[in-house]
């Protein structure tokens, strides 16, 4: 209960004071492991010198929304301002036996399906609170999961401006053609958060992003 | 040596029993839903996916109803005995028209047939395993 209301009191004391700084709330998303924590961090790192979260190969890794306030990118002499939030990924299930494969004790496992649950919850709940989203899918799965339509499905009703980023890119098995076939109606990067490949590209798209909504 | 055909001929049923028992799909056509609003339909799959059915339903939820399904199938994770989420996934007729008859056609038949010309599929985790789609296509993969 205490976390529902203070989960409830975190967006609503970003959202007021989001508006009243005129800041554009950017929010992350996808499916778990898609690597939204690790581009987060790229880009707290690029701009502020600093990380945003851990991550890790287990699915779930970031269970709680995350924000960071004030990143301020320049290009070509002029600057956007805006408040990165990194979102729990969103799922349509979860197993808490799934967490056993990657070594997590019984309690372990249950007590992060649980939080994960909740997490999935908060990010539905902040689709509301955005003013421009980027979709991350994992460059080397199935681009066309319910989750990866559902969310864009959720954004293009609420008119929010998009970037899909596909990212990954450094491995062998990502097919960046397969992605843009599947959303032919977005602008797709590709990025490999990890090796920082292709950032400029991404940084001028976002920097395109972050102006539409100022 | 009667009796032991029967007992094998008994352990051969039982075992297919066994295998398939859980696993009965219930087509939904769009009348059922159309009337409807976001709570009703979303408890109506819901039942239906708690009594451990795969759903076909004729049509497609809005996005805002697929998130609130998602909302709440978590919030049941945990709190029913075995209850793993679901697994979801809609195709609908893709516009392929190249040229701009076939595009208008294609809209004209839209407007009149609204989201029948979609299928959504919905089963519980515990029986569906994966729900690979493509834009044609949905392979339904079952639990062992």
């Not at chain 1, 800041?23 to 701009?47: H, M």
């Not at chain 1, 499905?153 to 401006?161: Q, S, V």
């Not at chain 1, 599947?182 to 991404?202: C, H, L, Q, R």
């Amino acid at each position: 209960m205490m976390k529902i209301i203070k989960d409830f009191a975190k967006r609503l004391f970003y959202g007021i004071l989001g508006k009243r700084n005129g800041e554009v709330k950017l929010g992350f998303y996808g499916s778990p492991n898609a690597g939204k924590t690790s581009l987060a961090n790229r880009i707290c790192q690029d701009w502020l010198g600093e990380d945003l979260g851990k991550v890790s190969k287990i699915p779930h890794e970031t269970r709680e929304i995350q924000v960071k306030e004030k990143v301020i990118m320049e290009r070509d002499g002029k600057k956007v301002e805006f408040k990165l939030i990194d979102t729990p990924g969103i799922a349509t299930k979860i197993d808490f036996e799934d967490f056993l494969k990657f070594g997590l004790k019984k309690q372990e496992a249950q007590s992060r399906a649980k939080e994960a649950t909740k997490g999935i919850i908060e990010s539905i709940k902040w689709l509301d609170d955005v003013d421009a989203v980027i979709v991350l899918i994992d460059a080397t799965s199935n681009p066309y999961s319910q989750v990866n339509i559902t969310i864009l499905g959720n954004l293009i009703a609420r008119k929010i401006p998009v970037l899909v980023v596909a990212n990954k890119i450094d491995l062998k098995k990502a097919d960046i053609k397969k992605i843009k076939g599947a959303f032919p109606d977005y602008e797709v990067i590709g990025v490999s958060a990890k090796t920082g490949e292709n950032m400029e590209e991404f940084y001028e798209e976002l920097f395109k992003l972050i102006k539409k909504k100022k | 040596m009667v009796d032991k055909k029967k007992s094998v001929k008994k352990r051969i049923n039982n075992s297919f029993k066994k295998l398939h028992k859980g696993l009965t799909i219930h087509f939904m056509p769009y009348s059922e839903i159309v009337n409807k609003d976001s709570i009703e339909r979303i408890k109506l799959l819901m039942k239906h996916v708690l009594d451990n059915k795969i759903v076909i339903l004729q049509g497609k939820l809005k996005p805002d109803q697929e998130t609130r399904l998602i909302e709440n199938s978590m919030t049941l994770i945990g709190n029913i005995k075995g209850f793993q989420g679901i697994e979801v996934a809609t195709i609908s007729g893709e516009n392929t028209g190249e040229n701009l008859f076939e595009k208008i056609r294609y809209n004209l038949a839209k407007i009149l047939v609204g989201e029948k010309d979609s299928i959504t599929i919905i089963g519980p985790a515990s029986i569906v395993k994966e729900m690979k789609r493509d834009p044609s296509q949905i392979e339904l993969l079952l639990q062992n």
